[in-house]
């Protein structure tokens, strides 16, 4: 069996969740988050965990110097394949937590990890790494499973006696099928403080999509207006009190000092 455990993923993770509703909800919003909080263009970007390309590719379409690290081979040969034509990236093949010595001591503006605390056993020396690569005053971008809202999905599958269960656990098997943890706000605010990242600012991503979806309504992405309008929803309710505490996933932001 190959060591790349996401190979037999790709298709699934990089072509379907991203073409759903769901998908692109996640992508539209964080990147409204993240132009709120960037420095302009051309900026250095380090997207750890990136994948495909999905949440970078657009900053990099912007103007953005973006370098995309991962740890899967077959990850990274379909964003090199999804890259569009024109825009300029750095690929780098290595796992996110020796990204300080992958990237060879270089400090960048901004560093995302969106969606990779969750298949780690603890974020503890993740997060030390993305602290570490950021320049003083870059953006740090978490983005991860809300510990606070792990009973959603299995109460809006009608899974009763998981739901409950849920209230008092972290860990899940995902949608992808790959078992997952969450975490909290408050718990990764204190990490990036021990790492020299003081929080800024926290959004919700996923909220009413995901009710929708897990309590069996199909969303059709096909449908344009509805997406959009989805999609400027969804963006309000991540900003706000209580809608943000109750989505599945959160996005937290940080400055090193």
């Not at 302009?40 to 103007?63: E, M, W």
């Not at 969106?114 to 953006?139: I, K």
């Not at 975490?183 to 990490?191: K, P």
């Amino acid at each position: 069996m190959s060591d790349d455990v996401w190979a037999g993923l790709v298709k699934q993770f990089a072509d379907e969740a991203y073409a759903s509703v769901k998908g692109y909800v996640r992508t539209y919003v964080m990147h409204r988050h993240l132009l709120e909080h960037l420095p302009p263009a051309p900026a250095t970007i380090l997207d750890v965990g990136g994948g495909a390309g999905h949440q970078s590719f657009p900053l990099a379409q912007l103007g953005y110097d973006v370098t995309v690290l991962d740890s899967s081979p077959a990850m990274l040969e379909a964003a090199r394949k999804r890259l569009p034509d024109g825009v300029q990236v750095a690929f780098v093949e290595a796992d996110g937590e020796r990204a300080a010595e992958a990237v060879g001591g270089r400090r960048f503006d901004a560093v995302l990890c969106h969606g990779v605390l969750g298949y780690l056993d603890q974020p503890d020396a993740m997060v030390e790494q993305l602290c570490r690569c950021a320049a003083p005053g870059g953006l740090v971008s978490i983005m991860t499973g809300n510990a606070n809202a792990m009973a959603v999905r299995p109460a809006m599958q009608r899974r009763w006696t998981d739901a409950l269960a849920a209230f008092d656990s972290r860990r899940e098997v995902g949608v992808l099928g790959v078992p997952g943890r969450a975490d909290t706000v408050d718990e990764l605010s204190e990490l990036l403080r021990r790492d020299g990242v003081e929080p800024v600012r926290w959004y919700g991503v996923w909220l009413f999509v995901d009710w929708l979806e897990f309590g069996g309504t199909e969303l059709d992405p096909g449908d344009a207006d509805q997406l959009a309008a989805t999609a400027e929803v969804e963006l309000e309710a991540s900003r706000r009190d209580p809608y943000r505490g109750l989505s599945r996933v959160f996005h937290l932001l940080g400055r090193k000092t």
